[in-house]
């Protein structure tokens, strides 16, 4: 049988009766004899069943989440902000961080369907057997505590979880396959932990709208199907992710829209393919060590806004077409070695948008220096399947007159959001 543990039960007395207090100031002194008296009785009888006097659940499905809250109530080694506190007696709903609402599967049931502890700062070694254990568990986030551990293979248990975030943690450990046999999940945050390993390919067959697991030692390279991934937001940002970037990638071109592969160790040349992603607002794959020309495909991105690639090892001319994006507001190519540069690039580099700082090409200002440029070419560079880097697999609508330039900034990206700790990206 369900029982909880003595002070528990001490405190949802205490909250209970603080609302009587300014009404009945004179009868404090009294309550708290009572108190006393209720302590000395209940520890001396402990086989009493004195759960149903004391603990008035509005449900039994709080009833039978009270001591996995309690449980993990403590572990927590560390709760500067003190929100723990408000987690005491039966109204769980009421516990700060903790939502309540009708489950799926009963409508007229009360349960914990969601929990956000975003910046709560608490510390505790581990989240097993707490999110795990909470069967109606629909949202957990937690950004910015200070949860270690790894994560327990039985969260693939809640049915109907669809947003994890976990990020800015200290989470550890490899990639958390459980997470691979959970359909109904669709926002993954794991950024800003300890994870290391690979990514397992099966990540990018999951129905998710949002991956982001940057800021983390992942290692090795990416999975060859990332293509199959229906993320529109992709972070895979500040790991040391090597190898090539996945031609397949061209095969998320219906739905994805960020795509952030910066900070990585990725090598080799750019896919054409990565031309086919025509909903891309933000493709950023800068410092990395890729190399080749820029595809002329990327000039089919009709809707990027954001294009980086600076501080990598490309070279050859900066594609015309992709300078006529109409809604480019940032390219940024500084730090290659491009040589050349045509008159709709330099307009862009007049507007701004274009950032060709840093590269060999002849009459720009702050280039690199002749000798760095010799030693760069000195070496034989190519690229495989050469011919397809001149393709251009869409329509360009030639553009009359003035290049539409955008000198608005760059608008609020996700993604980019993402790239920091603190933020909360939902
Ligand atoms: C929850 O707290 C609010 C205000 O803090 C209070 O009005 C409400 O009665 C509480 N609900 C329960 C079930 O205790
Ligand atoms: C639905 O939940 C209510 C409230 O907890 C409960 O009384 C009822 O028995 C449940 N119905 C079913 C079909 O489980
Ligand atoms: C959380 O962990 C970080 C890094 O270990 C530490 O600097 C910080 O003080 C911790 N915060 C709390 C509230 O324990
Ligand atoms: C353009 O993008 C680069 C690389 O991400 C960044 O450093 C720069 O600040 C951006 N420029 C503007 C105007 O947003
Ligand atoms: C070369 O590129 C073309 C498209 O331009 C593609 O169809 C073909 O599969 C590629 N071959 C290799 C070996 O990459």
């Known amino acids: 049988m369900f029982r909880p543990h003595w002070p528990i039960k001490i405190e949802s007395m205490v909250l209970f009766n603080q609302a009587s207090i300014p009404k009945f100031k004179v009868c404090t002194i009294l309550l708290c004899i009572l108190l006393v008296d209720c302590q000395i009785l209940e520890s001396t009888s402990q086989s009493l069943p004195l759960l149903p006097d004391i603990l008035n659940f509005l449900d039994q499905r709080l009833a039978l989440v009270f001591s996995i809250i309690q449980t993990f109530k403590n572990t927590i080694t560390s709760d500067p902000l003190g929100v723990t506190t408000t987690w005491v007696g039966p109204n769980?709903?009421?516990y700060?961080?903790?939502?309540?609402?009708?489950?799926?599967?009963?409508?007229?049931?009360?349960?914990?369907?969601?929990?956000?502890?975003?910046?709560f700062q608490l510390s505790a070694p581990s989240l097993d057997g707490f999110i795990d254990q909470l069967p109606d568990l629909a949202l957990f986030h937690a950004n910015s505590n200070n949860f270690s551990g790894t994560i327990s293979p039985k969260i693939?248990?809640?049915?109907?979880?669809?947003?994890?975030?976990?990020?800015?943690?200290?989470?550890?450990?490899a990639f958390p396959t459980s997470i691979l046999n959970m359909p109904t999940l669709s926002f993954l945050d794991i950024r800003y932990n300890l994870f290391t390993g690979s990514v397992p390919p099966q990540i990018f067959m999951q129905p998710l709208d949002a991956l982001f697991l940057n800021n983390n030692n992942f290692m090795l390279t990416l999975p060859n199907n990332l293509g199959d991934t229906s993320a529109l937001y992709l972070t895979l940002a500040n790991n040391k992710f090597t190898g090539l970037i996945p031609r397949s990638i061209g095969?998320?071109?219906?739905?994805?829209?960020?795509?952030?592969?910066?900070?990585?160790?990725?090598?080799?040349?750019?896919?054409?393919?990565?031309?086919?992603?025509?909903?891309?607002?933000?493709?950023?794959?800068?410092?990395?060590?890729?190399?080749?020309p820029l595809p002329c495909s990327f000039g089919c991105l009709e809707k990027v806004e954001v294009l980086n690639l600076a501080r990598n090892l490309l070279y050859g001319q900066v594609p015309e077409v992709v300078c006529a994006l109409g809604n480019l507001a940032n390219l940024s190519l500084s730090y290659n070695y491009f040589t050349k540069v045509g008159p709709l690039c330099k307009k862009l580099i007049m507007s701004g948008v274009l950032d060709?700082?840093?590269?060999?090409?002849?009459?720009?200002?702050?280039?690199?220096?002749?000798?760095?440029?010799?030693?760069?070419?000195?070496?034989?560079?190519?690229?495989?399947?050469?011919?397809?880097f001149n393709i251009i697999p869409c329509?360009?609508?030639?553009?009359?007159g003035k290049t539409p330039v955008r000198t608005e900034s760059?608008?609020?990206?996700?993604?980019?959001s993402a790239l920091s700790r603190n933020n909360r990206v939902l």
């Open 92 to 94: 769980i709903c009421n």
């Open 96 to 119: 700060t961080g903790f939502y309540c609402d009708n489950p799926p599967d009963n409508l007229t049931a009360i349960t914990v369907a969601s929990i956000d502890f975003n910046g």
């Open 156 to 173: 693939a248990g809640l049915k109907y979880l669809y947003e994890l975030d976990l990020s800015n943690n200290l989470l550890s450990g």
């Open 251 to 292: 095969k998320a071109s219906s739905t994805l829209k960020e795509v952030l592969l910066l900070n990585n160790l990725l090598t080799g040349c750019l896919p054409y393919e990565i031309g086919f992603l025509n909903q891309a607002i933000l493709f950023d794959a800068g410092n990395n060590l890729l190399t080749g």
């Open 356 to 388: 060709v700082r840093k590269n060999c090409i002849l009459g720009l200002p702050d280039q690199r220096s002749v000798q760095e440029c010799t030693t760069f070419f000195s070496i034989p560079r190519t690229c495989m399947n050469l011919s397809s």
């Open 395 to 400: 329509k360009i609508i030639p553009r009359r």
């Open 410 to 416: 760059p608008r609020h990206l996700l993604s980019y």
